[in-house]
């Protein structure tokens, strides 16, 4: 029976993102810690103040037309992996321009170094344990990215949160 290797994969991402792991164009190990999805709004931005926060999603988006017509002992998917980062603004960061800026820029600098290592071809390709991932070519490809801050300024500390989409192709094949 064939299946998809969504363990490998989803251990894959937390290597490169979280760990500093990959072939090359690596996120460095100190910039990011990961956060469940569920959290409370509080609780998510208690993790932010000590160091920005990510987490991923991968979705599969269906069939992909480079799979074979028939189901066999292959299938390639199509899926979307959507990253979040989560930085916490400050009350200095949303009254004065200058520190406004320097935030924004950090974020943007994230979403450079998330996009080389999950671009970079064979960095998603194993696990540090040798267990392959499935996902043709070892790499995703970006797609979009969205940034914006969330809540009031008048409710205290605001955060400011990325989200990027890749897409990638997932091959399902007999181990």
Not at 6 to 16: D, I, K, N, Q
Not at 55 to 84: E, Q
Not at 126 to 139: D, E, F, R, Y
């Amino acid at each position: 029976m064939s299946n998809v290797a969504a363990a490998a994969l989803y251990t894959r991402l937390r290597e490169v993102l979280i760990d500093s792991r990959g072939v090359l164009r690596t996120v460095p190990s100190a910039r990011f810690q990961d956060y469940p999805e569920g959290l409370s709004a509080p609780s998510e931005m208690r993790r932010a103040i000590v160091k920005p926060c990510i987490r991923w999603d991968v979705r599969t988006i269906g069939r992909s037309k480079y799979s074979p017509p028939v189901n066999g002992n292959l299938m390639i998917y199509d899926i979307r992996v959507t990253v979040t980062t989560l930085r916490v603004v400050a009350r200095n960061e949303q009254l004065v321009e200058s520190l406004n800026d320097t935030l924004v820029a950090a974020s943007l600098t994230d979403q450079d170094i998330i996009r080389q290592a999950l671009e970079y071809p064979q960095n998603l390709i194993q696990t540090q344990a040798a267990v392959a991932t499935g996902l043709i070519s070892g790499m995703l490809e970006f797609e979009a990215a969205e940034t914006g801050v969330v809540g009031a300024i008048d409710a205290g500390a605001q955060k400011l949160e990325s989200k990027l989409t890749f897409t990638g192709w997932l091959k399902c094949a007999p181990a």
